[in-house]
């Protein structure tokens, strides 16, 4: 019985080039981020990977990747999941702004506090604790029995989603 759970970022976003905050917005994959999903997808393959189902967010810049990945891999017609669960961290009132704007406003240390401690959210956004709320139940109830089944299982979502998930399979609570 093989089983691997596979997770990958998404290629960069057209808000990743231009250092904006992105959360929940969809933002689509420049062409850097398309090649970056397309080299993935052929490492994968390299690597002789064949997946039994893929889950992806509502995000077009996630969902993109993750049907790169599976072009490459020769299976374009795999059952794909798609769910707001996995969506990259809500920045809440940072979404759409630059992020060397926002420590202006803000102040440098503020704008860290906000983006790399575990509890502190943006305002009107999520913490990573709050990501990991959403992302760990999702992952328990519908991407762990395929895990469990054997399977070989492609997640393809967002640097905190997939941090949040990485760090409740590791156990670690950021706390």
Same mark, same amino acid.
């Not at 969902?63 to 374009?76: E, F, P, R």
């Not at 989603?161 to 706390?175: H, N, P, Q, T, V």
């Given at each position: 019985m093989s089983r691997s759970l596979v997770l990958v970022r998404h290629g960069q976003s057209e808000w990743n080039l231009k250092n904006l905050f992105t959360g929940w917005r969809d933002v689509d994959l420049t062409e850097q981020g398309h090649a970056e999903a397309k080299a993935a997808g052929q490492k994968l393959k390299a690597r002789? /990977? *064949?997946?039994?189902? =893929?889950?992806?967010?509502?995000?077009?810049?996630?969902?993109?990747?993750?049907?790169?990945?599976?072009?490459?891999?020769?299976?374009?017609?795999?059952k794909t999941i798609r769910d707001q669960a996995l969506n990259e961290r809500d920045y809440g009132d940072l979404s759409?702004?630059?992020?060397?704007?926002?420590?202006?406003?803000?102040?440098?240390?503020?704008?860290?506090?906000?983006?790399?401690?575990?509890?502190?959210?943006?305002?009107?956004?999520?913490? /990573? *604790?709050?990501?990991? =709320?959403?992302v760990w139940p999702y992952y328990l109830h519908d991407l762990q029995p395929h895990v469990l089944r054997g399977g070989t299982v492609l997640v393809a979502a967002h640097g905190n989603?997939?941090?949040?998930?990485?760090?409740?399979?590791?156990?670690?609570?950021?706390?």
């Open positions: 002789g /990977l *064949k997946f039994d189902i =893929a889950f992806t967010s509502v995000l077009i810049r996630a969902q993109k990747t993750c049907q790169h990945i599976l072009d490459a891999v020769g299976q374009s017609d795999l759409g702004l630059n992020k060397d704007d926002a420590r202006k406003k803000w102040g440098e240390e503020q704008v860290h506090v906000w983006r790399r401690s575990y509890d502190v959210p943006p305002p009107a956004g999520e913490s /990573l *604790k709050d990501t990991g =709320a959403r989603s997939l941090r949040a998930l990485i760090m409740a399979l590791d156990g670690k609570s950021g706390e």
